[in-house]
């Protein structure tokens, strides 16, 4: 199951294991999860579950939301990720148990690891949803997308043949 742990320095660190769906952040006492400090935000963000993780987007809080040092709009967590809302720190932790089997290393482990391959896609590239989107894209500033603009072009129609005249 997945869970954050709360490594603030400033409380006593607590573990959250994720289980809904929707998990609301923030200040206030509406949020799921509830981060009483003046640098988060009243509604911060949301936990969306996606597959056995989590997806973590940020609701244009005025001091950010990182993940992994990076500011994010929305990204998809992975095992160990810090996350970072105002000054309160968190980890991500999958709910995935990792087992190691010896004399093979990590690259093998991955590989015999299930595929998804017959159920459906779970890559964040396969829905048509960026894994970070920056936050100056989300402002409505056009960026370079996984959409591309071909330029206008415009078709001429083909003359039918003429008419052969006979004599």
């Keep these: 199951m997945p869970k954050l742990h709360i490594l603030s320095p400033n409380s006593i660190a607590t573990t959250i294991e994720l289980t809904d769906k929707l998990i ?16 988060v935000s009243s509604r911060h963000g949301i936990l969306v579950r996606d597959g056995d993780d989590y997806q973590l987007h940020d609701f244009k809080s005025t001091n950010g939301t990182f993940v992994n040092g990076e500011p994010i709009m929305a990204v998809k967590l992975k095992d160990g990720a810090s996350i970072r809302f105002g000054s309160v720190e968190l980890r991500y932790e999958s709910g995935l148990a990792k087992t190691a089997t010896p004399g093979l290393t990590p690259a093998d482990q991955d590989m015999l690891r299930p595929s ?10 396969d829905r048509g949803m960026a894994k970070r989107t920056k936050p100056e894209y989300s ?19 083909i003359p039918p043949p003429s008419p052969k005249t006979s004599e």
């Design 116 to 125: 998804d391959k017959g159920s459906q896609s779970t890559s964040a590239k």
């Design 139 to 157: 402002a409505g500033a056009l960026g370079a997308g996984p959409v591309t603009i071909q330029p206008l072009v415009t078709a001429k129609p």
């Design 24 to 39: 609301t952040i923030g200040r206030t006492a509406e949020n799921a999860i509830r981060i009483q400090d003046t640098n």
